[in-house]
């Protein structure tokens, strides 16, 4: 199988690599002078010459619905996987045309984050409660983080798509969100011009009340979900790999790669239980607009 990355930052060298270890030939589009066995400088020539099974878009955020046109008007007709978040902002006509596509939440594939959400399905949820924060000088060794897309609103930056995992799983464990307020912004001293922290209040049409932080200041990083229900209280730790309930605590041992490389498996087996559709990611994208919006005008934003 011919796989193609569109994208060579941190994330696209990530899925390379774990590509070519799962068997796949893999070439990649990088407009930079990269190292690699073979790269192309644009999507069409990669297309035209290589003509990939495969395709990631592993691109900056704010690139994506560019790459997914030219993708379908230069007749790529496989499988196809996009960084997420989906979109940086919400387009009246999102609709592809692939209909496999799928959108790379791969904490979804965390054992732990999957026992957590069979656990809450089988119980009446009042309230659920998220956290997720690490300091984002820190997140990329060797890099400049003012000069990373995470800086720049203009190029999909900012916390609140940054950690849109975090809302892509909420969403799955909880149902899609009726309504939802919010308050964020860039509060700190970092030197960015994007939201450093938000905090969002949502409804979803299975739990009355959500509530979720996200930062990029917290120097001990921290990811950790509450769901109190009618049973007790249910503690997922995606850090620690932990399921907390009242009678047990249960832990996964896992690998950085590991949720990344069953992704890709499920995309290769065209397995959908599990990885996020692109009306899912919609979904995400959506409610990140409505959230900016509730900040701004601090009112609720019916979903």
Not at 79 to 103: G, R
Not at 185 to 195: A, H, K, M, R
Not at 262 to 278: T, V
């Amino acid at each position: 199988m011919k796989g193609l990355v569109i994208g060579f930052g941190s994330i696209g060298q990530r899925h390379a690599r774990i590509m070519a270890e799962l068997g796949i030939d893999v070439a990649v589009v990088s407009r930079r002078d990269i190292s690699h066995s073979l790269t192309f400088s644009n999507t069409p020539k990669a297309l035209a010459e290589f003509s990939p099974d495969y395709v990631v878009i592993a691109s900056r955020t704010h690139e994506h619905h560019e790459d997914i046109q030219i993708l379908g008007a230069n007749g790529f007709e496989g499988q196809l996987l996009i960084e997420k978040p989906l979109y940086a902002q919400t387009y009246e006509h999102p609709e592809v045309s692939f209909p496999n596509a799928k959108i790379a939440y791969n904490l979804r594939f965390h054992p732990a984050l999957q026992l957590f959400r069979s656990i809450v399905s089988d119980r009446h949820v009042y309230a659920a409660h998220a956290y997720t924060g690490s300091y984002l000088p820190e997140w990329r060794p060797n890099t400049d983080y003012r000069q990373s897309y995470s800086a720049k609103n203009d190029m999909g930056g900012g916390v609140l798509r940054d950690l849109s995992h975090e809302i892509d799983f909420l969403l799955w464990a909880f149902g899609p969100c009726t309504r939802v307020t919010a308050k964020g912004g860039q509060f700190s001293n970092l030197e960015i011009g994007s939201d450093d922290i938000f905090s969002i209040l949502f409804e979803t049409r299975q739990v009355p009340l959500v509530s979720l932080q996200l930062n990029y200041l917290d120097t001990t990083p921290t990811r950790n979900v509450t769901a109190l229900t009618d049973q007790g209280s249910i503690r997922l730790d995606l850090i620690a790999g932990t399921v907390e309930t009242t009678t047990s605590t249960e832990q996964f041992s896992t690998h950085a790669d590991d949720t990344y490389r069953c992704q890709h498996q499920a995309m290769l087996a065209d397995d959908s239980s599990i990885i996020c559709s692109f009306e899912e990611g919609l979904d995400v994208v959506r409610m990140i607009d409505a959230s900016v919006t509730a900040a701004k005008t601090q009112t609720w934003v019916s979903q």
